[in-house]
DNA sequence: CCTTGCGTTCGAGCGCGCTCAAACCCCTAC
DNA sequence: GTAGGGGTTTGAGCGCGCTCGAACGCAAGG
């Protein structure tokens, strides 16, 4: 087994949510229970995004990373699963401050997870109108590629 | 009929292309036959910007727009349809770079469609992947909104 | 010992896409 | 005549999200 087999297989099963999944993947995730862990180099290589923006969301509080003994930083599992969440909400359009007002919550004492839930919520229709956009967008580019092509033909 | 019912009528078949339309839709989309214009607020309203948007849009050359005898700025069914294109590429995620290059071609006087297409292809490609990752997002958060749920529920 | 390479911190800079403000103009209604 | 509400032009400003640079630290290899 790799050593950083753990690892990847946070990032995978924080990427690909299956659709019947529950529980399980839950404790799945939960779990830290390896020692592997990632540099910045090699994080930034599997999250696709530069080591600058890593310390940059690190720097603004959107994760917290441990430091090794020479004062580099290391990313386990759980490091990694919440530069996932924060990657993907990103790409999808959630803007930094709600993402650290998000995170913010989830590291809290106390029990957020209802507005966390409102949150989450108002994302998803967020996310469902934009992919309705995106196809519209892409149905208009197809029409006019297709229309190019008619035209080309008379 | 409406003073401006070609107007919207433009602005309709350019926001909704429908499945199956054709050189017929685009013989009506090329027809300026109506005089009907709107006014700076009018055009910003229907297209969702704002008028600060619609003047920068045209100091960038995304559209010309005609005048009135006071100066002020006249939308007829060309530019609200070039308008309507050059918000949903936006929208879409598209550069102003690029639509400023897509725009100078498609003004120009030679014929640019092919160079068109290949923009217009590449533009389909980064709408479908998009559009992959929107849904990989809707689904992640749709997998967390569930999580909480069943959380709640133990 | 010294270079090479990878990392650190912190503040500053930058590109994009608007967004605004100032000074002005024109038309209409009172 | 004048107040109000719309518009115009131009240059400057701004918020976001990185992105970079300078000065430094540490560890391994030649």
Chains 1, 2 share one sequence.
Not at 34 to 60: C, F, M, Q
Not at 72 to 84: F, K, M, N, S, T
Not at 108 to 125: G, I, N, P
């Amino acid at each position: 087994m790799e050593p950083d087999e753990a690892l990847r297989r946070a990032l995978r099963l924080a990427v690909d949510p299956p659709a019947g999944v529950s529980i399980e993947a839950v404790r799945e995730l939960a779990r830290d229970d390896d020692a592997s862990e990632w540099n910045i180099a090699t994080a930034a290589k599997h999250l696709g995004v530069s080591p600058h923006t890593l310390r940059y969301y690190e720097r603004i509080g959107l994760v917290r990373v441990a430091r090794d003994a020479a004062g580099h930083r290391r990313y386990d599992a759980p490091a990694v699963r919440r530069l996932v969440f924060v990657t993907r909400m990103r790409v999808s359009g959630m803007s930094i401050s709600d993402l650290r007002h998000y995170v913010d919550l989830a590291d809290a004492e106390q029990d957020t997870v209802s507005e966390r839930m409102d949150m989450l919520l108002e994302h998803r229709d967020t996310l469902r109108s934009q992919i309705a956009q995106l196809q519209l967008a892409l149905a208009a580019t197809e029409y006019k590629i297709a229309t190019y092509q008619e035209v080309h033909q008379l």
